[in-house]
């Protein structure tokens, strides 16, 4: 978990090249997008994921669990766009909510699991165990509302306690 923060902590102060014009402080906005994503395009898109589940499992209507998790895949395991990340870039843009940079890596590993779930809501529905399936669904639901209302990212904390110290050992040897 340190790791990330570490990492986001000296990209931030890297990045914020600040210079003092008219009394305002100007921030690079230009970032390395495969290694960084924008924090409120991410809880944008978690605030989207909550409403589409949650329709999902109101109507049981399978095929927004698949488009779902497709976006998730695009998200995980590409640099494109996926809808919903468009989408948010158009409600960012929109609204005029700033850029924040943080590390990709844990929000893409997020993805991953996010993308497990909605395909795992598939099945279940699917498979008529529609109990199971409102059960992901509520996990998925509210992994969405901590990380739009609260800024909370359980997948992050996954990925920081399992995945980086894995890499991590990897890169000392």
């Known amino acids: ?14 990045m914020e090249r600040s210079t003092e014009e008219n009394g305002s402080k100007i921030v690079s906005n230009s970032f390395n997008s495969k290694m960084y994503v924008e924090e409120n395009m991410v809880r944008i898109v978690a605030a989207e994921v909550v409403v589409i589940t949650a329709v999902t499992l109101a109507t049981q209507y399978y095929v927004l669990a698949i488009l779902l998790g497709v976006d998730f895949a695009i998200r995980s395991f590409t640099y494109l766009p996926s809808p919903l990340a468009l989408a948010a870039k158009t409600i960012k843009a929109r609204f005029g909510i700033k850029s924040i940079p943080i590390f990709a890596a844990p929000k893409k590993f997020a993805a991953g699991i996010g993308a497990v779930f909605s395909f795992a809501i598939f099945i279940l529905f699917y498979l008529g165990l529609d109990v199971a399936a409102h059960a992901v669904g509520g996990i998925l639901i509210f992994c969405a509302v901590l990380e739009s209302g609260f800024k909370i990212c359980i997948g992050c904390y ?9 890499k991590n050992s990897s890169f000392s040897k």
Do not use: D, R
């Open 158 to 166: 996954v990925y920081n306690w399992l995945v980086a110290p894995l």
């Open 1 to 14: 978990m340190g790791l990330f923060f570490e990492l986001n902590l000296k990209y931030k102060l890297k």
